[in-house]
């Protein structure tokens, strides 16, 4: 998985969107919440958002969905949106930040899961939040926010009783809680490979520490930039961040602070299962080497004795002997069996020997 940003045409006009072209239409979800009671349903056009913001309590809105330009617009319009913001939101990925504007505060994430066929599959999260509402827009169906819908649900805990600032915190939250499977997963191939790299060093081998390595880099790009974008919510540069939900957001600072560590180990251990594996063949490819010259080694005056005698020259008495023929080969036999007796001697012969040396 590279990265592959989508860009509108050179020259276009700030807020200028370039969809996604396999992004599917939106689908919107609304929760609606107070600290009595939670009611949810879907809606149709973003049209009918609009009482939602006159009325009592706190709503979730969640957009899944960025294959219908009118209704990104229409959404824009409802929620006051900034073009550079709704920019941000359509043209993925963006670089994971937060920006503060009159009406919202806008905080863009990336949410990592492990797909059908177990590739890394990533999708940018954006999160608006006022003092009325949160509104998060996806890029594709379905999530890993269940468990925040799910506390909603419960009423337990502060959620229900706190504002929107303290949602985007569980729902920022509940992303960087979903790195920690992958990196453990990642942390159990490359235990699991270690080995596998040193006894059986082969392109398949080769290829699978090329992915993890390739997964690493992706994860880095979007959990090393939350640490400043986070950092900046802590340090008070949103307008609609409470102090009580910074304390909470140190949490998420720390995590993301200890999810980069955690990849820039794993980083370095795939670094040195490449180096071991280059390594393994390599020494194979040596020992490969050494028998073959050591066979050389061996033929070379036997060769020698073979092409003198089968010059066939005239005044050559050694041809006319009947007992020559064993004699020439019995001293053959005699080299070689002296040749391997001196490599072996030597160390050049048998495991052991060399892990003894």
Same mark, same amino acid.
């Given at each position: ?12 006009? %700030? ?17 609606? @919440? ?20 006159? =009325? ?26 900034? %073009? ?6 359509? $043209? ?76 985007? @915190? ?29 006894? $059986? %060093? ?7 520490? $090329? ?65 071991? @594996? ?28 073979? =092409?003198?005698?089968?010059? $066939? ?5 050694? !041809?006319? !002997?009947?007992?020559? @023929? %064993? !004699? ?9 069996? =002296? ?10 012969? =048998? ?7």
């Amino acid at each position: 998985m590279m990265f592959r940003k989508r860009h509108p045409p050179a020259g276009s006009r %700030p807020g200028t969107l370039a969809l996604p072209a396999d992004s599917p239409p939106p689908r919107i979800r609304v929760m609606c @919440y107070t600290a009595a009671e939670v009611t949810e349903h879907d809606v149709g056009s973003p049209l009918e958002l609009g009482d939602l913001l006159e =009325g009592e309590g706190i709503a979730w809105i969640d957009v899944q969905g960025l294959g219908d330009e009118a209704v990104l617009r229409q959404l824009a319009t409802t929620f006051s949106m900034h %073009p550079l913001a709704l920019e941000d939101v359509v $043209n993925v990925p963006q670089r994971p930040t937060t920006d503060a504007y009159d009406e919202h505060q806008l905080y863009i994430t990336r949410m990592f899961r492990r797909d059908e066929s177990s590739e890394l599959d990533f999708e940018q999260v954006s999160v608006f939040w006022s003092a009325k509402y949160v509104l998060t827009v996806q890029e594709k169906y379905g999530d890993i926010l269940d468990p925040v819908r799910e506390r909603l649900r419960q009423g337990k805990g502060p959620m229900r009783k706190s504002g929107p600032d303290y949602l985007a @915190y569980a729902i920022i939250d509940a992303i960087i809680d979903g790195y920690y499977p992958i990196i453990d997963g990642l942390s159990e191939e490359l235990e699991s490979m270690e080995q596998v790299v040193i006894d $059986n %060093p082969v392109p398949r081998t080769l290829g699978q520490v $090329n992915r993890i390595k390739r997964d690493l880099l992706d994860l880095r790009r979007g959990v090393a930039p939350q640490r400043e974008a986070i950092g900046a919510l802590v340090r008070g540069d949103g307008h609609f961040v409470t102090e009580t939900v910074q304390l909470y957001l140190r949490d998420c600072y720390e995590h993301c602070v200890q999810i980069v560590d955690a990849i820039e180990s794993h980083r370095e251990l795939a670094a040195g299962l490449l180096n071991t @594996y280059l390594s393994s063949v390599s020494n194979r490819t040596n020992e490969v080497m050494k028998v073959l010259t050591i066979m050389a080694s061996i033929f070379i005056p036997l060769t020698f004795l073979a =092409g003198i005698y089968g010059m $066939n020259f005239e005044g050559m008495p050694e !041809l006319h !002997l009947e007992w020559f @023929y %064993p !004699l020439l080969l019995g001293l053959m036999v005699v080299i070689a069996i =002296g040749m391997l007796v001196f490599f072996w001697k030597r160390g050049w012969l =048998g495991s052991d020997r060399d892990q003894d040396a």
